[in-house]
T-cell receptor, first 113, second 113 residues
Framework: GQNIDQPTEMTATEGAIVQINCTYQ??????LFWYQQHAGEAPTFLSY????GLEEKGRFSSFLSRSKGYSYLLLKELQMKDSASYLC??????????????FGKGTKLSVIP | IAGITQAPTSQILAAGRRMTLRCTQD?????MYWYRQDLGLGLRLIHY???????GKGEVPDGYSVSRANTDDFPLTLASAVPSQTSVYFC????????????FGSGTRLTVV
């Protein structure tokens, strides 16, 4: 099985930087995903990490340390539209039928003026 | 427009009734998934299908069934609805490329009374 932990809520100021952490325990790690979900909408894909290190995509970056079972999502130059829930998801296993993702409960980020 | 279509958008259902949630994608993705999302519990996998003709059970399959007669359609059936099945249901699909994230449908909000 898998256990994925992330903070329930965070608040940050417009224009600032915020880091959302995710820790996981899994029997066979094969990739970590971050999704953004605005209230009442479907999740949308943000980033993917399978090797250690930082992946940068515009204002968003995601970091992975496999040895520590740890990832973070870094959001720079926060905008009001970044207010959303951020979901950490882990793919466990390498077999042909093992592409299911297990999601954390999500971190609700509120950006304030 | 390529994507995933779910129907209905929302539904109020009497307990004990049978209900099928529809999911259709036109991206020719082989893998498809059904998740339910509940406050405080996050997204949980109900059933999945890695390719047409095959299905598998996820974390919370009881009370639900699926079929995958072709690549495009992946309906979810509640044989006899119960109030605990009140939830938002998301269908998703995935391209067969390493690191490619899920594409989610817009969701079905189901209330069982």
């Amino acid at each position: 099985g898998q256990n994925i932990d992330q903070p329930t809520e965070m608040t940050a100021t417009e224009g600032a930087i915020v880091q959302i952490n995710c820790t996981y325990q899994t029997s066979g790690f094969n990739g970590l995903f971050w999704y953004q979900q605005h209230a009442g909408e479907a999740p949308t894909f943000l980033s993917y990490n399978v090797l250690d290190g930082l992946e940068e995509k515009g204002r968003f970056s995601s970091f992975l340390s496999r040895s520590k079972g740890y990832s973070y999502l870094l959001l720079k130059e926060l905008q009001m539209k970044d207010s959303a829930s951020y979901l950490c998801a882990v793919r466990d296993g390498t077999g042909a039928g093992s592409y299911q993702l297990t999601f954390g409960k999500g971190t609700k980020l509120s950006v304030i003026p | 427009i390529a994507g995933i279509t779910q129907a209905p958008t929302s539904q109020i259902l009497a307990a004990g009734r049978r209900m099928t949630l529809r999911c259709t994608q036109d991206m020719r993705h082989n893998a498809m998934y059904w998740y339910r999302q509940d406050l405080g519990l996050g997204l949980r996998l109900i059933h999945y299908s890695n390719t047409a003709g095959t299905t598998g059970k996820g974390e919370v399959p009881d009370g639900y069934s699926v079929s995958r007669a072709n690549t495009d359609d992946f309906p979810l059936t509640l044989a006899s609805a119960v109030p605990s099945q009140t939830s938002v249901y998301f269908c998703a699909s995935r391209k067969d490329i390493q690191g490619y994230g899920y594409t989610f449908g817009s969701g079905t909000r189901l209330t069982v009374v």
